[in-house]
Structures are given as C-alpha cells and as structure tokens.
C-alpha cells in the first residue's frame, strides 16, 4: 500500500472511540492463547504510529482489511478487521495474529529485504 492510502487509513483509525472496538470470539480466544492483551491492541489501532502496512481484501458487502504492525523488530501483530460492519460504525476484528519474525520480511515479497528510501 502506498504512503498516501497508508496514510488514510491511520486517520480512519484514529477516528474510532474504544467503545467503537469489538473482538470476536476467536480474536479474544487468540490474545489469551498467544498471551496478549486487549487493551495493548486498542492501543495500537487507537494509535496507529506503528501501522507498516495494510493488505485490502473485498469480501461480500463488507471490505477486510488486515493491518501489519511493527511491535518490535522481530515481532509484527496482524490483524484482520472489518470496518463499519453492517453500516454501524465499529471496527470488528476478525482474529489476533503475533508473528515472532521480521517484520520487513512479513510486508516484502519473498522474504526479500526491503531498501530503505
């Protein structure tokens, strides 16, 4: 995703209250298996300064989208949300990813590292 669309979607997420957040049941079950947090979650999607990327995917009436974020330099969170579900405002996650591997290699194609600008 480009800088510009990146860019839109961090306001679009900014824009939302932590009330406006819901976890499905699988991404509640997912932070406790994995040891997670919800309100570190919130955090990041509330304050998305970390947000690298976003992978867009059209999926019936409503758009997935799955925000990559840079924990660490050797951990990324993935997160597959839906926005404004159903015409209500809210952003729905699907499911709860951490991936203990580098980030750059997550976000470039075939694990090639990416040049820095």
Do not use: C
């Amino acid at each position: 995703m480009n800088k510009k669309d990146l860019k839109k979607i961090k306001d679009k997420l900014k824009s939302y209250s932590k009330n406006d957040i819901v976890f499905s049941n699988h991404a509640k079950l997912q932070i406790i298996l994995r040891e997670g947090n919800q309100e570190f979650v919130v955090s990041q999607i509330l304050n998305p300064k970390n947000l690298i990327d976003v992978v867009v995917d059209k999926k019936e009436n409503n758009l997935k989208y799955v925000l990559i974020f840079k924990i660490s330099n050797s951990k990324t969170m993935k997160l597959p949300i839906i926005l404004d579900k159903k015409g209500k405002k809210e952003l729905y996650i699907i499911t709860y990813i951490m991936r203990y591997r580098k980030w750059k290699k997550i976000i470039s194609p075939f694990g090639k590292r990416l040049k820095k600008n």
